[in-house]
C-alpha cells in the first residue's frame, strides 16, 4: 500500500467535509483506496484545515474507542483521537437538530481541562499535572459513513466520529479522583447505558498521556485551556427528534442534552 498524494488527501478531506455538511453518508473511503492509519490523520488534519478557513478554530482534542464496550461496538480495536472545534461545543441543556446529522448517538464521557501546555512522551501521573479541572460530558458522534460502518484508517480520517458535545457545570480540580466513578445514562428517564469510568483505559488519566504521547510525533501538543475528551465509557447510543439523554457520573453531577 503506498502512501496517498497530498491530492488524494485533500480530495478525501473535502469529500468528508461535504458529507459532514450536508449530513449524507458516503461509502467508505478504503473501499476506493487502500490507506494507512498514517494517511488516515492526513485527511483528518487536511479536514481540519477546511473548518478554520470557515472561521472555526481548536478548542480541544479526544480520544475515542479507548473502552471495551466501545471497541466491540464500532468492531475497531485501537484508541484512536479526534480535534474538536468551537462549533462542536453546545450548552449544558442546549438542543440538536436531528436533520443536520446522519444517523446521530451519544455517549458519556470523562473531560479533563487543561490548565497548561503538554506534551509528550508522558506518564498518565505526570499528564495529570496539566489538568486544571474535571468534568463530566456528553459526546455526540455521527459518522458520515453508510450504517456507520468504518475500518480504523477510515474513521481516523472522519475525524473519529466527531460532531458536538456538551459539558457539564460541576467542575471539580485537578485533585478529584476519576479511577473509578460510576456513570448513569439515561434517554427520557430510563436507563440506557451505565458502566464506570475506570472502563476508559482503566483511567482516563491513561487516555490523556496516549493523547499527548500520539501528538509528539508530530510535533505538536496539547495546550492550556484545552477541553480533553478521554472517550466514551459505554457503547453509544441512537438519538432521535424528541430525545433527551441525561449523563449523571459520581460527584461530577449531571448533564443534558436534547434533540429537536
Ligand atoms: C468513533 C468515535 C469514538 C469514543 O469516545 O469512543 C469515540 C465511533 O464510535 O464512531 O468518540
Ligand atoms: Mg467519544
Not at 482534542?61 to 464500532?74: E, H
Not at 493523547?211 to 485551556?225: D, F, I, S, T, Y
Amino acid at each position: 500500500m503506498s502512501a496517498l498524494t497530498q491530492d488524494q488527501v485533500d480530495a478525501f478531506a473535502a469529500r468528508m467535509d461535504d458529507a459532514q455538511q450536508r449530513a449524507q453518508a458516503v461509502p467508505m473511503l478504503t473501499a476506493e483506496t487502500a490507506f494507512s492509519v498514517q494517511d488516515g490523520y492526513r485527511v483528518q488534519r487536511a479536514g481540519i484545515a477546511l473548518r478554520k478557513l470557515r472561521g472555526d478554530d481548536l478548542v480541544g482534542m479526544k480520544m475515542g474507542l479507548t473502552s471495551l464496550a466501545k471497541m466491540k461496538q464500532m468492531n475497531v480495536n485501537d484508541p484512536i483521537y479526534g480535534h474538536l472545534t468551537r462549533a462542536m461545543l453546545l450548552d449544558d441543556g442546549g438542543h440538536v437538530k436531528r436533520s443536520v446529522h446522519v444517523h446521530p448517538r451519544v455517549e458519556p464521557e470523562i473531560v479533563f481541562l487543561l490548565g497548561r501546555d503538554l506534551e509528550g512522551p508522558v506518564t498518565p501521573a505526570q499528564a495529570l499535572l496539566a489538568v486544571d479541572g474535571v468534568c463530566c460530558a456528553l459526546e455526540l458522534i455521527d459518522s458520515r459513513y453508510q450504517d456507520f460502518k468504518f475500518t480504523l484508517p477510515d474513521v481516523v480520517a472522519d475525524n473519529a466520529s466527531s460532531s458536538r458535545f456538551v459539558l457539564g457545570s460541576t467542575v471539580k480540580p485537578r485533585t478529584f479522583d476519576t479511577a473509578n466513578l460510576g456513570m448513569v445514562m439515561e434517554k427520557n428517564g430510563v436507563l440506557a447505558e451505565c458502566g464506570s469510568s475506570a472502563a476508559i483505559l482503566e483511567h482516563p488519566a491513561r487516555s490523556l498521556a496516549a493523547m499527548a504521547n500520539q501528538l509528539a510525533p508530530h510535533g505538536e501538543k496539547l495546550r492550556a485551556g484545552m477541553i480533553f475528551l478521554s472517550g466514551g465509557a459505554t457503547a453509544a447510543i441512537p438519538l432521535a427528534p424528541g430525545d433527551h439523554v441525561r449523563l449523571r457520573v459520581e460527584d461530577l453531577g449531571r448533564v443534558d442534552l436534547f434533540c429537536d
